[in-house]
C-alpha cells in the first residue's frame, strides 16, 4: 500500500508524530491553574502526575484506562502513518499495564487536498494495528481540517493492585529502556529527503511495534513504575518519573539503546526543533558533564514517536526484565541506569 507519488503527507504538516507536541513548559503553564473540581475515589489516575492515561476502578478485580492521542504525518505514505499513530495511541494503554478493549478513530483531513483513496489506507493502517493488538476500532469521529490529523482514543482493562503509574518508583530501583532512541532524528532526515530506504524501515520497525510487554510487567511486583517514551523525549519522561516519585536519576549515556542511523545523523549536527523546545523547558534539571558532545544532549531530548517503555524496577528484577522484553523482540531493551534519594535531576554520564 502506498501513497500516490505526487503526494507528501508531511507537506501537510508543520511539525510530525510527537514531534508536534505542546513544549514542556508551555504546557506545564497552560495547565498550572487547572484543576479537577471532582475527584471521585475510584479515579485511580487523573491529572496528578503526567502519567499515560486516565485509570478508573469499576470493581474489585477491573479498572478502565482512558487515553487519547493523534498527531500530523511523520511519513509521507498513508497508510505506515496510519499504523504508526495507531501503534502511539494504544501505547498508554501497555504503559499503565493493561490490555488493550477497542480504539475509537480521530480523523482530521484537509478534504479536497488529499485523495480519499489516501485517507481510507490511514484508517486501514489504524484498523490493522488494532487488528493486531486484538482489539475493534469501535467508532471515532472525523472533521475537515487544514492539516492531516490520526489517532485514537484507546480503552484497556487492568487490574486496580496491578495499574503501573509512572510516580510509584523506588530508590535503588534500576532504569530500563525497551526500545532504541533515534525516531526523530530519523524524522528529520525523511522531511529534507536524505533518509535512505534502510533508514526509513528501521523507523517503521520501532514506531509499529506494540509495546505488549506492558500486559506481562504488570503482573510483577517488582516493577515498581513505567511510562512510554514519546514527545518529550528520554529525558522528559524520566524527569517525570523522577518529579512524581521524588527522587533523583543517574543514567551512563553510552547504555541507552540508539538506533544506529539516528546516531549518525545526530553526530552530523542535525537536531529537531522539538528537541531544542523540550531542552529549553527541562535543562536545568538535567546534570551533563562538561565536555558532553551536544549531539548526545539532542538525542536525550529526541522526540520519540511511538518510543519504547521506561522501566523502573528492583535490581533483583531486573534480568527477568530484559528476558521478557527480549523474548517478545525487544533485543536492544538494556539498562540505562539507576534512581536514588534527591531532588528531581537526571545525573548523565
Not at 214 to 226: R, S, T
Not at 254 to 259: A, K, Q
Not at 307 to 334: K, N, T, Y
Request: hydrophobic share 45%; proline share 6%.
Amino acid at each position: 500500500m502506498s501513497i500516490p507519488p505526487s503526494i507528501r503527507l508531511t507537506e501537510f504538516s508543520h511539525g510530525g508524530g510527537c514531534g508536534c507536541k505542546i513544549a514542556p513548559a508551555v504546557l506545564s503553564r497552560l495547565l498550572a491553574t487547572t484543576n479537577l473540581p471532582l475527584i471521585p475515589p475510584a479515579l485511580l489516575v487523573g491529572t496528578e502526575s503526567s502519567d499515560d492515561a486516565a485509570v478508573y476502578q469499576l470493581n474489585a478485580e477491573q479498572a478502565v484506562i482512558a487515553t487519547t492521542d493523534f498527531f500530523t504525518p511523520i511519513v509521507d505514505d498513508p497508510y505506515d502513518f496510519g499504523r504508526i499513530a495507531a501503534t502511539n495511541a494504544l501505547s498508554d494503554v501497555y504503559a499503565m499495564g493493561g490490555t488493550p478493549l477497542f480504539g475509537l478513530a480521530l480523523v482530521g483531513m484537509p478534504l479536497g487536498k488529499i485523495p480519499e483513496e489516501a485517507i481510507r489506507l490511514i484508517l486501514a493502517g489504524g484498523q490493522d494495528v488494532c487488528k493486531a493488538a486484538g482489539i475493534p476500532v469501535a467508532g471515532g469521529h472525523s472533521i475537515d481540517t487544514l492539516e492531516p490529523i490520526y489517532g485514537l482514543v484507546g480503552i484497556g482493562l487492568v487490574h486496580p493492585g496491578k495499574v503501573k503509574r509512572n510516580n510509584q518508583a523506588r530508590a535503588g530501583d534500576v532504569l530500563i529502556l525497551s526500545k532504541p532512541l533515534g525516531v526523530g532524528m530519523l524524522s528529520a532526515a525523511l522531511k529534507k529527503g536524505t533518509l535512505s530506504a534502510e533508514g526509513y524501515a528501521d523507523m517503521v520497525r520501532w514506531t509499529t511495534k506494540l509495546n505488549t510487554p506492558g500486559i506481562a510487567l504488570a503482573e510483577m511486583p517488582e516493577v515498581h513504575a513505567m511510562t512510554d517514551v514519546t514527545g518529550f523525549g528520554l529525558a522528559g519522561h524520566l524527569l517525570e518519573i523522577c518529579r512524581g516519585s521524588a527522587l533523583s536519576a543517574h543514567i551512563c549515556f553510552d547504555d541507552v539503546p540508539l538506533i544506529a542511523l539516528a546516531r549518525e545523523i545526530a553526530q552530523s549536527g542535525t537536531a529537531t526543533g522539538a528537541s531544542k523546545r523540550n531542552w529549553d523547558g527541562y535543562g536545568s534539571s538535567m546534570q551533563l558533564p562538561a565536555d558532553c558532545a551536544l549531539w548526545k544532549q539532542n538525542l536525550l531530548s529526541d522526540p520519540q514517536t511511538s518510543g519504547g517503555l521506561l522501566i523502573a524496577c528492583a535490581p533483583e528484577a531486573a534480568q527477568r526484565v530484559l528476558a521478557l522484553l527480549h523474548a517478545q523482540d525487544f533485543g536492544q531493551a538494556a539498562v540505562i541506569g539507576t534512581l536514588a534519594a534527591g531532588t528531581a535531576q537526571v545525573q548523565v554520564v
